[in-house]
């Protein structure tokens, strides 16, 4: 398969350059030439597949011979060696949940494919690599534990000061080894332009053999579209079926679009935002106006500059009717969210995390006018998030014992300013 910058203004690629570029020198993002539609008898069939399988063949679609059957379907398997769980909240209403990975987000998911192509790709090879990732929160910490030990890897990660979880905190700072945390004065758009920043400089990227490991690269968003088939083979069939994304970055909801363009007879996606509501502003104005991130208490979605609005550009036609025909959004403030944590908890026993709360609203609001069956993406373990959702509920939450193990531990964390400068003495140094 060969991927495209959304800038065209670089030649064409295969998926293992795309995959080890990250970001094209024009600063667009990579995408599929052809996004392969799958056969009928596939959707036909798809209720009694495996989920390695359906795994299997829609990843297939993206990496075509590049590698083998026998070896992708080593990485699906290896990847997805956890649940993916639909539970029914409410008549209807169900929370697909992807937080039974080893760091308790849906960014497992990514990042451990991510690992696993690039090491298939590398195993020849002695070359050093450098993963550089911004994180809001749960990116960081799946990428960390995906790529720990890694031969000739180093992951450097920036994260903004004071802006994520305790615990995420810890997930991201206290591993070593190959692991580099730098706590950033500056908000998730500062790190994430750094680290744009860094790719565009050829220099700093070629000496450093720079991969990324942010939804900017197309490894993370081929596995992340499984989840939108995986739903429809448990739940698809005679209903409509409506999914609401609670969204930030937009790679989660742009993965669902693929799957959707690939014959995914999903009727209706809802992006559901926070108080960085850049996308849903969107839909209602017509304006595409990124601006600087505030402080919620979904912080994983305090994304200010959304990077695959671009990738969504291209799948819809830049106009925003073509947004407004495929995609509903809807913004929730921090009140909304915390009451409908304590509603729902009261009401049916289910926990929600404040990211998974902003999705079931959105959900809720597109189903009042709508009879269908409808899922939201539980995207993060409430446990993440005590210091949020204790006092909501006004009980102890259960801390899973992968994540309890990284309480204890010791953080180590570089703190720089939101300058590439300081970034670079930091890679001097690895
Ligand atoms: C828990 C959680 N929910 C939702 C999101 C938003 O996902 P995306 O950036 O793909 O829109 C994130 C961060 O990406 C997250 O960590
Ligand atoms: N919410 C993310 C932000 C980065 O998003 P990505 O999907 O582009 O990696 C996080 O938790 O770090």
């Known amino acids: 398969m060969k ?29 599929p030439k052809t996004i392969t539609q799958l056969p009928r008898a596939f959707f036909e069939n798809i209720h009694d597949m495996e989920l390695h399988d359906i795994a299997y063949e829609v990843a297939k679609c993206y990496i075509e011979d590049e590698i083998p059957e026998e070896e992708l379907r080593k990485i699906v ?8 769980p639909l539970v029914e909240v409410e008549d209807n209403v169900y929370a697909l949940e992807l937080y039974h990975g080893p760091t308790c987000a849906f960014k497992d998911v990514g990042a451990r494919f991510l690992a696993r192509c ?12 450098t993963i550089l990732v911004a994180t809001s929160g749960d990116t960081g910490s799946a990428v960390a534990s995906g790529f720990l030990g890694m031969k000739n890897i180093n992951v450097v990660i920036l994260y903004p000061k004071g802006k994520i979880s305790k615990i995420q905190e810890q997930q991201l700072t206290t591993l070593g080894e190959n692991i580099t945390a730098c706590e950033v004065e500056g908000t998730f758009d500062d790190c994430q332009k750094m680290v744009k920043d860094a790719f565009l400089n050829l220099e700093l990227k070629e000496k450093y053999n720079l991969t990324s490991a942010n939804s900017i690269n197309m490894a993370r968003l081929v596995p992340q579209s499984f989840y939108y088939f995986w739903t429809y083979a448990m739940l698809g069939g005679d209903k409509d079926l409506y999914i609401s994304v609670p969204s930030g970055n937009y790679g989660n909801l742009t993965a669902g679009l ?18 960085n509501d850049i996308v849903p502003a969107y839909l209602r104005s017509g304006n595409f106006e990124p601006r600087r991130s505030v402080e919620t208490i979904s912080n994983a979605m305090d994304v200010g500059n959304p990077s695959n ?16 025909n495929e995609l509903k959004g809807y913004t929730y403030s921090d009140e ?5 944590i304590k509603q ?9 995390d404040p990211h998974g709360a902003v999705g079931y609203l959105g959900l809720k609001e597109y189903m009042k006018d709508h009879d269908g069956i409808g899922v939201f993406l539980e995207t993060a373990h409430p446990a993440k998030f005590l210091d949020v959702v204790e006092p909501i509920i006004d009980e102890k939450v259960e801390i899973p014992q992968r994540l309890q ?26």
């Open 77 to 84: 398997a290896g990847t997805l060696s956890f649940d993916l």
């Open 344 to 352: 729902v908890y009261g009401d049916t026993g289910y926990l929600l």
């Open 336 to 340: 909304q969210t915390a009451d409908t």
């Open 258 to 275: 693929l799957a959707k363009k690939m014959g995914l007879p999903i009727k209706q996606y809802i992006a559901s935002a926070n108080a």
């Open 118 to 129: 690039l090491s298939y790709f590398s195993r020849q090879s002695d070359k050093k690599a």
């Open 405 to 430: 193990d990284y309480i204890e531990r010791e953080k180590v964390a570089i703190e720089i300013n939101a300058d590439l400068g300081q970034l670079e003495s930091i890679l001097e140094k690895l």
């Open 3 to 31: 991927y495209y910058s959304t800038n065209k203004q670089v030649p064409e690629v295969s998926f293992e350059k795309a995959i080890f570029q990250g970001l094209p020198d024009d600063n667009g993002l990579y995408m």
């Open 309 to 324: 609005f671009y990738r969504m550009n291209d799948l819809f036609g830049a106009e925003v009717d073509n947004f407004r």
